[in-house]
């Protein structure tokens, strides 16, 4: 159910690449518990300096380097669960030793179950809750 999207600097091999996506996959697997094999993630790259960050906004000091991350997901999750979230990503990613903490920003999308198609044209959420509806 989550959809990730990161936005990184071009020149990563494709293993750092999937290192970066494979810690934001096992922190929400961690954190909020998403399914096995709901892994679905594009990583867009970018050319060097397209991507801002200000360097010290909100006391953050950024190296100028960052990646962007954004999740969208299902709504509901209480703000504790987020920042347990935030903090397991940074320290996931930055364990692999191609990203600061500090150059992480992540952003979460939510939206509800009528709003995803897995394949086929089908919502599949709303058929599973009509169904279950039905019984």
């Known amino acids: 159910m989550p959809l990730i999207t990161l936005s990184l ?31 679905f993630v594009a990583i867009r790259e970018h050319a060097a300096g397209d991507l801002v960050a200000d360097p010290g906004y909100l006391g953050v000091a950024r190296s100028g380097h960052p990646v962007f991350v954004e999740i969208t997901l299902r709504r509901g999750w209480p703000a504790e669960k987020k920042q347990a979230l935030y903090r397991e990503i940074a320290r996931r990613m930055s364990a692999t030793g191609l990203v600061r903490s500090e150059d992480i920003l992540i952003v979460l999308h939510e939206n509800d179950t009528a709003d995803w198609s897995f394949g086929n044209g089908v919502a599949q959420y709303v058929e599973a809750e009509q169904k279950q509806g039905r019984q």
């Open 9 to 39: 600097e071009a020149g990563r091999t494709r293993e750092q690449r999937r290192q970066l996506a494979d810690a934001v996959y096992e922190a929400l697997r961690a954190e909020i518990q998403i399914p096995e094999n709901d892994r």
